[in-house]
């Protein structure tokens, strides 16, 4: 059942004025328990959910364990090729059906009762079914697990929704899908996740996460330690080749730009600088013949962070990554990455893709430990209630509606473009997506 703050009381929690150049949301919006769980009802349970890559459910049997706000599912490869997700629960007594987070398997037996289920969702088989039933009263078939409503992948990004009523996946990611593409034609045989991930818990909302990956802002003093790793490194020789940095990004002498996408997706790039240290350059030749230059500057030339609303980040500065943050209190947001890189690229490529991916995105790296303990700071600071408003104005006297001359090149139309990556602005219909979720009424 859907509860939760009034309507008007919702839209008060933003002071959105563009004409004063305003823009703040209150900060008890990452703090206020009613909050949370109206986000899960009224957001995560009500729109498309990144669940996994194509590439981590390859072949017939493959299935993949995730959530939809608190919701556990599993997509899972039919034999026949196609996807089908369903809610991850034994529809006996709810246990957990899959043993691992990602596996193989043409049945899935719970391991309390030990009813089993095929790939298709069908119940095969109750323990002791002939004693626990009437004679020729059981139909198993009204116990088949519960498919989701919806489950369509894009460019081999697999999403899923709980409510039949969402848009079409392309409809919802807007501009975002083209993002995606600059991903996903990295490859002609395919991207894939790499095997392994990391899992971590930060204590703070799933919006500071949000929030951080589209902050160019934070740069030049949380990752202080690592541009200064990266720069000693470099004057001493140890490094060559691919396996040095894109240092422009971190020093300031890239040029850099923020979209806001609309839908509540929002992107921030970078010019890579210097370009020819990426894994992906030993590509260049391959990426022009198949694409127009203005696809491959955006490609191969410029780093991206991209946010789907309202939890999937698409990363590919240094390394290419996906990271999702699932929230587990308002307080509390569980996190994983992936990397990912093309299946073609060289061993030397894929070497320098993962010590680059270590260096800076994991946890025990030089930059995701300086992340979140900002991102812990600014949760504990939230709670000053004394100064109730978190600011969002920088860039709002520069803001241009619409595209610029880099997103028609790149052929995708943002609500509005802005000329650093320093700027606010790109958070602004993140915010406002989530104002008109929040407000909108309980939908069965």
């Known amino acids: 059942m859907d509860s939760g703050l009034l309507q008007s009381e919702v839209t008060a929690l933003l002071d959105d004025r563009p004409a004063d150049k305003v823009f703040r ?12 769980e109206m986000e899960m ?24 364990w995730n959530y939809i706000g608190r919701q556990p599912v599993v997509v899972w490869r039919q034999a026949d090729g196609a996807l089908k997700g369903f809610v991850n629960a034994c529809t006996h007594r709810a246990a957990i059906l899959t043993p691992f987070k ?15 289920f095929a790939s298709d969702g069908r119940c095969l088989k109750m323990r002791n079914e002939e004693s626990g039933f009437a004679p020729g009263k059981l139909d198993r078939s009204a116990f088949g697990l519960k498919p989701l409503e919806r489950i369509e992948s894009y460019r081999g990004f697999v999403f899923g929704s ?34 392994g991930s990391q899992t971590y818990v930060i204590k703070g909302n799933w919006k500071l996460q949000a929030e ?41 002498a890239a040029r850099d730009g923020c979209y806001d996408l609309g839908g509540g997706h929002m992107a921030i790039w970078a010019d890579r600088v210097p370009a020819e240290v990426s894994p992906l350059w030993e590509a260049k030749d391959r990426l022009e013949r198949a694409h127009p230059p203005s696809k491959v500057k955006w490609m191969l030339l410029r780093g991206r962070n991209l946010i789907v609303f309202p939890n999937l980040m698409i990363n590919d500065f240094a390394a290419t990554q ?19 890189a093309p299946r073609e690229e060289s061993k030397d490529a894929r070497y320098a893709r993962l010590r680059k991916f270590e260096d800076f995105f994991m946890v025990t790296g030089m930059a995701t430990s300086d992340d979140v303990v900002a991102l812990e700071d600014s949760q504990a600071g939230n709670y000053a209630r004394l100064t109730p408003w978190c600011e969002f104005h920088r860039g709002m006297h520069s803001v241009t509606r619409g595209p610029d ?9 943002p609500e509005t473009s802005n000329g650093s990556w320093d700027h606010e602005t790109v958070y602004h219909s993140f915010y406002r997506t989530w104002r008109r979720m929040m407000s909108e009424k309980a939908r069965a």
């Open 25 to 36: 949301v209150d900060r008890s919006i990452y703090t206020d328990p009613l909050l949370f």
């Open 405 to 413: 001359a880099d997103a028609k090149a790149g052929g995708f139309d």
């Open 322 to 340: 996906i990271r999702t943050f699932r929230p587990l209190a308002v307080d509390k947001t569980e996190v994983t990455i992936y990397c990912l």
């Open 102 to 116: 990602q596996a193989n398997a043409k049945t899935l037996t719970c391991r309390f009762h030990g009813w089993t």
């Open 162 to 195: 709980l409510k039949p009523d969402v848009p079409p996946l392309g409809d919802f990611l807007g501009a975002a899908g083209k993002f995606i593409e600059f991903i996903a034609d990295q490859s002609a045989a395919g991207m894939q996740v790499l095997p």
């Open 41 to 64: 009802e009224r957001i995560f349970e009500r729109t498309w959910q990144f669940l996994c890559h194509e590439s981590q459910v390859e072949k017939p049997g493959d299935y993949f």
């Open 212 to 252: 951080n990956a589209t902050d160019g802002y934070h740069t030049g003093t949380v990752h202080r330690i690592f541009a200064n790793t990266m720069k000693t490194r470099e004057e001493r020789d140890e490094l060559t080749g691919m396996m040095r940095t894109e240092s422009g990004r971190i020093t300031g």
